[in-house]
């Protein structure tokens, strides 16, 4: 939780000069919340309207680096004037500012957002933290913002060009998360960083979307995650140098088109697989017909893959597989450890499609099976799909099969803009995918 500063002048962030007198009056009687690690007592801070928070530096010494240290929202989406952010940025009290939230609140569609206030450029030295929306970048020389300590950041309904994009992550030399959404003015972006950890992208609506993603240089690069419905994103992404990219999501439909060195993907199909890339380990698409075949194609590119989400909403192909793949089932290593399918109909083409993992992913642990909505589950249902599947027969004896009941799914398309600052920069979080799913 962010402290918010809708109505705070700089002459009101000045603290008294009587904290020395207020340190003698302290009582002897032990302060027990003051023993509380510097976490917990920022975040209690961060709680506080924004004199408050900054009053408690009146508190004991023990205070008063908190309130510098808190995360500070500057939510300026009502009659704020440029004259008043100033004001704001330049108190003496921010002095040592960790993190920021800067949102002017305006449309993705306003054609000239207000600049970006001067005043950030003197927050940049100590800021390890910031999320910029509804304001536009400057162009220049990439001399105006360097942030040196940054180690996480969002740009999200920003005025930005292409220039002043490359401008600002070269400023980031240590940044290791990067958000990105609905922006305007950048419809391609190239990514050289030595520590980059983590991106996500989505590439907006219409003409404002971002076009092309290229990770160029990126030896630190562990997910790569595209953002929005998976049905409808529109954008080329180009991977040249990320050897130890892990995860890999969504890949939609038919959008994007991602390139892997020499082996081509246009949404979920596999054009060409002329490499393999061993590195990825949890991949994530969406398909409108369930299709083994592309599955099979995705695996052989990516053949150390562990997790595998697949979204899809349709009926689904045939999926016959016994006949097709004969020769390869012997031969073909699946190391497939956890399955999630969301809208699973129970369909000769869906339980034809999971039966192929049940009989041949020699190290499955686990199968999700989230149900398609509107229609009566029963338990009777449930273990007629288990005869189907022959789960009984299964190749790994590990292997657990649930069956996850509609109403306990979760909407992704839904969500995604909800948790999707959470899944690009928590990198505790192994699977950003989890999170989206595992709700039981």
Same mark, same amino acid.
């Given at each position: 939780?962010?402290? !918010?500063?809708?109505?705070?002048?700089?002459?009101?962030?000045?603290?008294?000069?009587?904290?020395?007198?207020?340190?003698?009056?302290?009582?002897?009687?032990?302060?027990?919340?003051?023993?509380?690690?510097?976490?917990?007592?920022?975040?209690?801070?961060?709680?506080?309207?924004? #004199?408050?928070?900054?009053?408690?530096?009146?508190?004991?010494?023990?205070?008063?680096?908190?309130?510098?240290?808190?995360?500070?929202?500057?939510?300026?989406?009502?009659?704020?004037?440029?004259?008043?952010?100033?004001?704001?940025?330049?108190?003496?009290?921010?002095?040592?500012?960790?993190?920021?939230?800067?949102?002017?609140?305006?449309?993705?569609?306003?054609?000239?957002?207000?600049?970006?206030? &001067?005043?950030?450029?003197?927050?940049?030295? !100590?800021?390890?933290?910031?999320?910029?929306?509804?304001?536009?970048?400057?162009?220049?020389?990439?001399? @105006?913002?360097?942030?040196?300590?940054? @180690?996480?950041?969002?740009?999200?309904?920003?005025?930005?060009?292409? *220039?002043?994009?490359?401008?600002?992550?070269?400023?980031?030399?240590?940044?290791?998360?990067?958000?990105?959404?609905?922006?305007?003015?950048?419809?391609?972006?190239?990514?050289?960083?030595?520590?980059?950890?983590?991106?996500?992208?989505?590439?907006?609506?219409?003409?404002?979307?971002?076009?092309?993603?290229?990770?160029?240089?990126?030896?630190?690069?562990?997910?790569?995650?595209?953002?929005? =419905?998976?049905?409808?994103?529109?954008?080329?992404?180009?991977?040249?140098?990320?050897?130890?990219?892990?995860?890999?999501?969504?890949?939609? &439909?038919?959008?994007?088109?991602?390139?892997?060195? !020499?082996?081509?993907?246009?949404? =979920?199909?596999?054009?060409?697989?002329?490499?393999?890339?061993?590195?990825?380990?949890?991949?994530?698409?969406?398909?409108?017909?369930?299709?083994?075949?592309?599955?099979?194609?995705?695996?052989?590119?990516?053949?150390?893959?562990?997790?595998?989400?697949?979204?899809?909403?349709?009926?689904?192909?045939?999926?016959?597989?016994?006949?097709?793949?004969?020769?390869?089932?012997?031969?073909? *290593?699946?190391?497939?450890? #956890?399955?999630?399918?969301? $809208?699973?109909?129970?369909?000769?083409?869906?339980? $034809?499609?999971?039966?192929?993992?049940?009989? $041949?992913?020699?190290?499955?642990?686990?199968?999700?099976? @989230?149900?398609?909505?509107?229609?009566?589950?029963?338990? #009777?249902?449930?273990?007629?799909?288990?005869?189907?599947?022959?789960? #009984?027969?299964?190749?790994?004896?590990?292997?657990?099969?649930?069956?996850?009941?509609?109403?306990? !799914?979760? $909407?992704?398309?839904?969500?995604?803009?909800?948790?999707?600052?959470?899944?690009?920069?928590?990198?505790?979080?192994?699977?950003?995918?989890?999170?989206?799913?595992?709700?039981?």
């Amino acid at each position: 939780m962010a402290t !918010t500063a809708p109505d705070v002048t700089a002459g009101e962030l000045e603290i008294s000069t009587g904290v020395e007198e207020q340190e003698q009056q302290e009582e002897e009687a032990p302060d027990l919340i003051s023993c509380l690690p510097d976490g917990i007592l920022g975040d209690i801070v961060s709680f506080l309207p924004t #004199k408050d928070g900054a009053r408690t530096q009146l508190l004991s010494r023990r205070w008063r680096p908190l309130w510098r240290a808190a995360p500070l929202n500057l939510d300026a989406a009502g009659d704020v004037g440029l004259d008043t952010l100033d004001g704001w940025l330049r108190s003496p009290a921010l002095a040592g500012l960790r993190e920021l939230e800067f949102h002017l609140g305006l449309p993705r569609w306003q054609k000239l957002p207000l600049p970006l206030p &001067a005043p950030v450029v003197q927050l940049a030295s !100590t800021l390890r933290v910031a999320s910029f929306g509804g304001c536009s970048f400057p162009e220049g020389d990439g001399s @105006e913002l360097r942030l040196p300590v940054l @180690e996480k950041m969002s740009l999200v309904d920003v005025r930005i060009s292409e *220039d002043a994009m490359q401008d600002l992550l070269a400023g980031c030399p240590v940044l290791q998360s990067l958000l990105i959404g609905d922006n305007n003015g950048c419809s391609v972006i190239r990514i050289v960083s030595q520590s980059l950890r983590s991106i996500g992208v989505n590439p907006g609506p219409g003409a404002i979307k971002v076009q092309q993603l290229v990770i160029e240089y990126a030896p630190c690069l562990e997910r790569l995650l595209v953002l929005g =419905s998976g049905f409808d994103v529109g954008m080329v992404i180009s991977v040249i140098r990320a050897p130890r990219l892990r995860v890999l999501g969504k890949l939609a &439909a038919y959008e994007p088109q991602l390139e892997f060195g !020499t082996t081509l993907f246009q949404g =979920s199909q596999v054009v060409s697989a002329a490499m393999m890339v061993r590195s990825v380990k949890i991949l994530a698409i969406t398909q409108m017909d369930l299709c083994l075949d592309v599955v099979i194609e995705f695996l052989k590119c990516f053949p150390c893959l562990e997790t595998l989400y697949i979204e899809t909403t349709a009926a689904g192909e045939n999926n016959e597989w016994r006949r097709k793949y004969k020769d390869l089932v012997g031969t073909f *290593d699946i190391r497939l450890k #956890k399955l999630v399918l969301t $809208n699973y109909r129970g369909n000769e083409s869906h339980f $034809n499609f999971a039966k192929f993992f049940v009989l $041949n992913a020699r190290l499955l642990q686990s199968m999700r099976l @989230e149900l398609r909505g509107g229609n009566n589950y029963g338990s #009777k249902w449930i273990k007629r799909q288990h005869r189907l599947l022959q789960t #009984k027969d299964k190749a790994s004896r590990d292997a657990q099969f649930d069956f996850v009941p509609a109403y306990y !799914t979760v $909407n992704v398309h839904f969500l995604s803009d909800l948790v999707c600052t959470e899944q690009v920069h928590d990198l505790a979080i192994a699977d950003p995918f989890a999170g989206l799913h595992d709700w039981i």
